[in-house]
């Protein structure tokens, strides 16, 4: 069973830095993008970054770029999302997922397979 198990969300301060953690089993992971998204309260599913298994491409949302980055553990099987610069508007649920497709994309529908998610939250 394919299981993707996310850890590390906590309250931080505007400003702050914070690593979350996908630990993923039960799947190939090579030909698989790993990704994160978030979901604030009232919003929907919003892309935040990915990487490519097959390649190690990475994406990033407009609205975390150069303040986020993604990364991979192949060993672990395990991807970070690491988090500085946090802003209030950061606030949500983060999941972490994964799309069987070798390409980066930002669709919710195309990730086949979640996390639980772990909350982040940031305060003014």
């Known amino acids: 069973q394919v299981q993707l198990v996310e850890s590390g969300g906590r309250l931080v301060q505007a400003g702050g830095s914070l690593r979350v953690s996908c630990a993923a089993s039960?799947?190939?992971?090579?030909?698989?993008?790993m990704g994160w998204f978030r979901q604030a309260p009232g919003k929907e599913r919003e892309f935040v970054t990915a990487?490519?298994?097959?390649?190690?491409?990475?994406y990033y949302a407009d609205s975390v770029k150069g303040r986020f980055t993604i990364s991979r553990d192949n060993a672990k099987n395990t991807v970070y999302l690491q988090m500085n610069s946090l802003k209030p508007e950061d606030t949500a649920v983060y999941y972490c997922?994964?799309?069987?497709?070798?390409?980066?994309?930002?669709?919710?529908?195309?990730?086949?397979?979640w996390g639980q998610g772990t909350q982040v939250s940031v305060s003014s």
């Open positions: 039960g799947l190939t992971f090579s030909g698989y993008t």
């Open positions: 997922a994964a799309d069987a497709d070798s390409l980066i994309r930002t669709t919710p529908a195309n990730y086949a397979y």
């Open positions: 990487v490519s298994w097959i390649g190690g491409k990475t």
